[in-house]
């Protein structure tokens, strides 16, 4: 079995990329490179992570891992440009594959594009409709736009697959609060308390209606 998933793990890595069949690294360089570049992010060291699987993407810089794995630490870094390239490099290797996506959304909402976050988050609903983040991601740049009603469609729909998912009540209960609709906020929020006692959120948003 782990021979098939290495097996998996180099094609992926070969894939879609200029040097195709002709490796200069071998499969122990790939895997040693990765090898480091998780051992230092294990210790919060991601600027060597990314160093550390350069030579990787030097080699093969349009192949689908290299660059999922790039985004992600960049990600990581909050280099969100250089994080933002890559996922798009990766949804270019595999047009059809969901991860890079997800990434490529939750960038967009971390760098306050909304816009672009929603258009990204319609497409992915619309390959997985009840995808859990890709819903969850897109209901929150749908709030930061203010398209509040869009959002509650959204977040009813998951917590009908999902009631006790503090991360959609909470959700709800902020959208609740915006519209003003403060009585159902509470009873919202104070649930969310009761499964998640340290809730952030549902905190912050219960405090502000006491003011």
């Known amino acids: 079995m782990l021979k098939i998933i290495s097996s998996l793990l180099f094609f992926l890595i070969l894939c879609y990329s200029p040097a195709g069949l002709t490796k200069k690294l071998s499969t122990q360089d790939i895997n040693l490179a990765y090898y480091r570049s ?3 992010e294990k210790y919060a060291n991601i600027t060597d992570a990314i160093k550390s699987i350069q030579l990787i993407y ?13 985004a992600y630490l960049y990600e990581l870094n909050r280099q969100y440009a250089n994080a933002k390239m890559h ?4 949804i270019q290797a595999l047009p059809y594959a969901l991860s890079p996506k997800l990434g490529l959304l939750y960038v967009y909402n971390l760098s306050n594009d909304f ?3 929603s258009k990204l988050g319609y497409q992915v609903i619309s390959m997985d409709y ?9 209901a929150y740049a749908l709030k930061k736009n203010k398209k509040w009603a869009l959002a509650e469609t959204l977040l009813v729909k998951m917590l009908i697959l999902y009631p006790s998912d503090t991360l959609y009540l909470s959700e709800l209960g902020e959208i609740k609060f915006l519209q003003k609709k403060y009585r159902r906020a509470k009873t919202i929020m104070q649930s969310v308390l009761v499964l998640e006692p340290e809730n952030i959120l549902a905190k912050t948003t219960l405090l502000a209606m006491e003011h």
């Open 38 to 40: 998780y051992n230092y």
């Open 58 to 70: 030097k080699q093969y810089p349009k192949a689908y891992q290299i660059n999922v794995r790039l």
């Open 87 to 90: 996922y798009h490099k990766a």
């Open 115 to 117: 816009k672009e976050a």
């Open 130 to 138: 009840y995808n859990y983040y890709g819903n969850l991601r897109l």
